[in-house]
Every structure is written in structure tokens, then in C-alpha cells.
Nanobody, 119 residues
């Protein structure tokens, strides 16, 4: 029932910024009721990794993006965002939105949005 749609990716130069959006939709769905929301990424030839998550109110960032990225939610809009600044070529990846239901532990993934950072 719930669907996650990412947007905001694109081609940017190193040092630039992007804001990724993940819009969740579905009858009766509330992103605020989720146990976890977050952003993950998968670079070419590499495994998918966590970028930023909010789990029961606790925010966690992977070391490589600390100080450059901020994850935040707009509960009224059922949307989670990832603000990325000072982008580096190593940030190039497909970025995926993810939610985990608090009690059933069901995971839902978006289709991804491509971020390409040129040097």
C-alpha cells in the first residue's frame, strides 16, 4: 500500500548541493509512526550503505557525510529529506529512501534517485 518516491537527484559539480526528497503515500500511512526512516546509497561496483537514518528519534550519519549532510522529516507531508552540501565525486551513487515499520519490521524501499558529482 505504501509507496516511496525519491526525487532531487541530478548532475552537480564538486562542492555543490542537492536536496533529496522522499515522498511517502498510502492510505492511513504516517511516516512519523515508522520505527526508522533513512537514506541509503549504492555506488557503482559497491554494496548499498546507510547514509543517514532516524531511528526512534536518534539520528545517525555515516562518517563520510558527517558535517555535510542533514536528514530531516516533514511529518505533515509524509516526506523525508536529505540535504547534501559540499558534494564530492565519491558521493556519486543511486540514493534510496527506506522506512521500517516499528512493530512488524516490514521494510519498504523507493526506486532510487541518481546523484552524479563531477570533478
Amino acid at each position: 500500500q505504501v509507496q516511496l518516491v525519491e526525487s532531487g537527484g541530478g548532475l552537480v559539480q564538486a562542492g555543490g548541493s542537492l536536496r533529496l526528497s522522499c515522498a511517502a503515500s498510502g492510505t492511513g500511512f504516517s511516516i512519523n509512526a515508522m520505527g526508522s526512516v533513512g537514506w541509503y546509497r549504492q555506488a557503482p561496483g559497491k554494496q548499498r550503505e546507510s547514509v543517514a537514518t532516524i531511528t526512534n528519534g536518534a539520528v545517525k550519519y555515516t562518517d563520510s557525510v558527517k558535517g555535510r549532510c542533514t536528514i530531516f522529516r516533514d511529518n505533515a507531508k509524509n516526506t523525508v529529506y536529505l540535504q547534501m552540501n559540499s558534494l564530492k565525486p565519491e558521493d556519486t551513487a543511486v540514493y534510496y529512501c527506506n522506512v521500517v515499520y516499528r512493530y512488524t519490521h516490514l521494510e519498504v524501499w523507493g526506486q532510487g534517485t541518481l546523484v552524479t558529482v563531477s570533478s
